[in-house]
């Protein structure tokens, strides 16, 4: 299954993705990893087809852990206030470039999508985080059940069963910098792949 079809309309989609000459070689940029990981959940995890709780229980099973949050967008007060220690808060919008900088100092993409309440994710509606790991080169961690329609899987991201988002951030905290960059690779390897498709699907 390709995401740059619908399946309830088979309308093709193109995915938005950065003119390298505008842009540069944001993607070839490889994160390396320090003391801790750093995450990012791009748009607003208060309506909901985001799944805040799952990220709130997850931070409250993973405090042992060193890891940095990067939420760009509207959020529940309980998650910001009781994790402000690790949570780098962009409630406002912010400029493309701001955008930019935080991408490239993120390892990976949580897309917060949840079985029951995202539905339309799995059919019609494409992520705009699929855009941005592609373009950054940063590694989604998505639940398995949408993982498909992105053409996602475990060589190019980090899938999890419904209501686990904590063993998959777990995983990615103890993740060596190695398998990081098969990750990358893999990805990338996707980004062409689906680059190439878009440009099939204007003509």
Do not use: W
Request: charged share 25%; with cysteine.
């Amino acid at each position: 299954t390709s995401p740059s079809i619908s399946k309830d309309t088979n309308i093709k989609y193109v995915l938005p993705l950065f003119n390298k000459n505008l842009y540069g070689k944001t993607t070839e940029k490889r994160k390396t990893f320090q003391d801790q990981k750093t995450f990012v959940s791009c748009g607003s995890i208060k309506i909901s087809e985001k799944d805040s709780e799952s990220l709130f229980n997850s931070l409250n099973q993973l405090k042992e852990y060193k890891k940095t949050i990067n939420i760009i967008g509207k959020s529940p007060k309980h998650i910001i206030n009781d994790f402000s220690h690790e949570i780098n808060y962009y409630k406002k919008r912010i400029s493309c470039s701001k955008l930019k900088e935080i991408m490239l100092k993120s390892h990976f993409v949580l897309f917060l999508l949840n079985n029951d309440l995202s539905y339309r994710y799995k059919f019609n509606s494409s992520s705009g985080s699929l855009a941005l790991a592609l373009n950054f080169n940063i590694i989604p961690i998505i639940e398995e059940s949408f993982a498909q329609f992105y053409c996602i899987n475990k060589t190019n991201a980090i899938t999890y069963k419904k209501g686990e988002l904590s063993k998959a951030i777990q995983y990615a905290c103890d993740m060596k910098h190695e398998e990081y960059i098969k990750l990358q690779s893999s990805l990338s390897s996707l980004k062409s792949k689906l680059e190439q498709g878009s440009l099939n699907n204007l003509k």
